[in-house]
């Protein structure tokens, strides 16, 4: 990042690539399709682009965050941020503070602020009671950092503020500068984590990073390099779950290593921060929020001046979602974020496939255990191994369990990746689900040919589809109407084409022909299914003439386009399910779903005026040994002379209007139907299916 600033006259992209997951000639191909893209991350055969956002600093009072009986160790202590952070400590109570330098005295050539506090420190030392230490030592020098942790035993907080800025231009480095430089930083925070990774008592562990390892700064190679180092120190310490944050910082005044010189304001727009003293919420408010991040960079500047820096006639895309019309006060932060170039998936399956191992796996239990808690009774998190059916998931939470995993992972749906219909009967535990999951998504990856997949539809156009495509105007108006009028024909007892403005259902299309329409329609036009371009189901009640019909089919084709995005595309493959080997293989291609109960529902008569509609309620019945008799409700005038039976309540009440049936039609309909399209349409809800779907 810093070459491509200071070489301008090249272009430089930088690709972050696990050895082990890395197809070369993938990704060459793969970078022609992010051309506008400077800095790329492959993680599982998929492009990451990083991307700073705009986050608010929540001013609040600052709790407890340090320990009175607790040591905490600063490096580069005789710094100006390292004395301001031993400042912050002593007030907030900190008992033990231990400041390392290398020299292990302050420089002749110190500002006069850092002369100032130093000695402001130690006489609140002594008037206060608390512990000023000063030690030397080379925070570099493993063998010095672990003779220190031996001496002073266990610490409560660790903060790394080392640092040395040298300017030197590429032409002129030297192996003896970049270490100089970068040792400071990067190898020190490694020599401090090494040396502190086993402590159960470590609740901090915060280095101070700077923008140069998000942006590049000219002439400071070596510097951008170590600061780097510092972020993947604390990435690598929250992978396995030990603290840390990198704070990267676009320079403090009246604090050290500040960007000072005119010509780098100049040339990328960053000014300092206010003075370091007046950043004290900032850093701890930061220090005691969890954002889930390992790295956030607090910074203010003229950004839009710096958006204008172009590389080589690219621009700077990791601002493009930073809002650049102001300058930003130090109130605000922006999240280092890596996101994925689009892919048409849903945010959470992305997420899951930026991460590798225990940690998308991990995240899959969380996703799975959420749901879990939302459809039983207590809300509690369930035992991994333990049954479903037992912690209280019945057969509807069950269908409910379902339908809210396929809304956090919408993929999770046949062809591409299938969920079974009621999944706890084949994954009967959470575990089990989380490794169906996972075994699918281990299984979903890029093409490695991109040029070749782009070019390749997913799906075949259908004949009569491709004709509609090639046609405009009056020309496709005609055609589809045509199509409409002979599908309507089929349905009808006469063969003779129906008026294009006469209702279908005067014309003698009744519910069982408006439904055999439908499937007609959707034959000659497969196309004509959710998600691209939904069909209603029963399509006579919400379109009624047959211009209604074309109209409708019409916009939608308007909408479609045969020609496939440039985005990247995304090809996952039908992942059998190893709990589905009993059922037969329904389709030679794999698409086969097999049949599943979804939903039930029901309708029988109980011992009072409240019928059985539910299958738990039945269920309670029959347990309870009740009886289902009672007596004659007074609307079916019994005139036989018996005073109880069998009977079902309220099938006067039926409403025609919600099912699209005139009030003529209904009084002919046989009470039976009736029942059967209120029960139908239950099951089909209790399935997770409406009227809109």
């Known amino acids: 990042k810093a070459l491509r600033n200071e070489l301008l006259w090249v272009r430089v992209r930088c690709v972050d690539v696990y050895p082990f997951d890395c197809n070369i000639e993938a990704v060459i191909d793969l970078l022609d399709h992010a051309d506008k893209e ?16 705009n986050c608010t600093i929540q001013q609040r009072d600052i709790p407890t965050i340090v320990k009175r009986t607790g040591t905490y160790v600063v490096s580069g202590g005789l710094g100006g941020l390292g004395l301001a952070l031993a400042d912050w400590l002593v007030e907030l109570g900190a008992a033990r503070i231990i400041l390392l330098s290398r020299s292990g005295k302050q420089k002749k050539t110190a500002a006069a602020w850092e002369v100032h506090k130093l000695k402001e420190l130690h006489d609140l030392a002594s008037a206060l009671g608390y512990s000023l230490l000063l030690r030397k030592c080379d925070v570099t020098s493993k063998d010095m950092v672990n003779s220190l ?22 032409e002129d480095m030297t192996e003896a500068k970049f270490k100089s430089v970068y040792d ?18 470590l609740e901090h562990f915060v280095v101070f990073s700077s923008s140069a390892a998000v942006l590049g700064i000219p002439k400071f190679v070596h510097y951008c390099a170590g600061n780097a180092g510092l972020d993947s120190c604390i990435a690598y310490r929250r992978h396995n779950k030990l603290p840390g944050l990198a704070i990267q910082l676009s320079g403090v005044s009246s604090a ?32 005691t929020m969890d954002s889930g991040r390992a790295s956030i960079f607090l910074g203010m500047g003229n950004w839009k001046r710096y958006e204008t820096i172009v590389d080589n006639g690219y621009t700077n895309t990791i601002l493009s979602a930073v809002d650049t019309d102001t300058n930003m006060d130090t109130s605000q932060i922006e999240n ?9 998936l849903s945010e959470e399956v992305n997420t899951l496939l930026g991460l590798k191992g225990v940690d998308r796996r991990t995240r899959i239990q969380e996703i799975i255990q959420e749901v879990v808690s939302t459809v039983t009774i207590t809300g509690d998190p369930v035992d991994d191994d333990e049954p479903l059916l037992d912690a209280g998931v019945d057969s509807l939470a069950a269908i409910e369990l379902g339908i809210m995993i396929k809304k956090r992972l919408p993929e999770l749906k046949p062809p591409q990746m299938p969920l079974p219909a009621v999944l706890v009967f084949q994954l009967p535990t959470v575990r089990k689900i989380v490794d169906h999951i996972s075994g699918i998504l281990d299984n979903f990856n890029l093409p490695s040919a991109v040029s070749s997949s782009v070019q390749a539809r997913q799906h075949e156009l259908s004949k009569e589809m491709k004709t509609l495509l090639s046609l405009v105007g009056d020309n496709r108006h005609t055609y ?9 024909a089929q349905v009808t007892v006469s063969s003779d084409h129906v008026n294009e403005n006469e209702p279908l259902l005067d014309a ?32 006579v009640f919400q379109l009624p003439t047959v211009n209604k019909i074309v109209e409708h089919i019409y916009s939608l084709i308007e909408g479609f386009t045969s020609t496939p995005t440039m985005a990247i595309p995304c090809q ?32 029988y008569p109980s011992n009072n005026k409240h019928d059985l509609r539910t299958p738990m309620e039945l269920w309670e019945f029959i347990v309870n040994e009740k009886i289902a008799s009672s007596e004659v409700p007074a609307e079916r005038c019994w005139t036989n002379g018996d005073q109880f039976g069998c009977f079902l309540h309220g099938v006067d009440e039926f409403d025609s209007k919600f099912f699209g049936i005139s009030a003529a039609e209904a009084k002919t309909m046989d009470p039976q139907h009736r029942l059967l399209l209120e029960v139908g349409y239950e099951a089909l809800y209790t399935s997770g299916y409406d009227r809109k779907r």
């Open 38 to 53: 400077n800095d790329l991350a492959v993680r599982n055969s998929r492009l990451f682009v990083p991307r700073l956002r």
């Open 184 to 201: 400071c930083k990067a190898k020190g925070a490694w020599c401090l984590h090494e040396a502190t990774s086993s402590m159960k008592s």
């Open 336 to 344: 280092v974020d890596t996101v994925p170039l689009s892919t048409g």
């Open 149 to 170: 942790f031996e001496d002073i035993g266990e610490v409560k907080g660790v903060f790394h503020a080392a640092g040395l800025l040298n300017e030197d231009s590429l």
């Open 256 to 287: 050290g290593m500040s960007f000072r010189s005119m010509e780098h304001q100049k040339r990328t727009g960053i000014f300092d921060l206010q003075p370091i003293e007046d950043l004290r919420n900032d850093f701890l408010n930061l220090m």
């Open 480 to 488: 589809l109407k045509q199509l409409v009028q002979d599908a309507v």
């Open 572 to 603: 996952v493959p039908a992942v059998p399910c190893a709990e589905r080997t009993t059922f037969p293989d329904l389709g030679a291609n794999g698409d086969g779903e097999p049949v599943a109960i979804i939903g039930l529902a029901c309708r």
């Open 508 to 539: 003698g299309v009744d519910s069982l022909a408006a439904i055999e329409l439908g499937i007609i329609l959707k034959k000659q036009l497969p196309e004509l299914k959710p998600p691209k371009m939904p069909l209603p189901a029963v399509l």
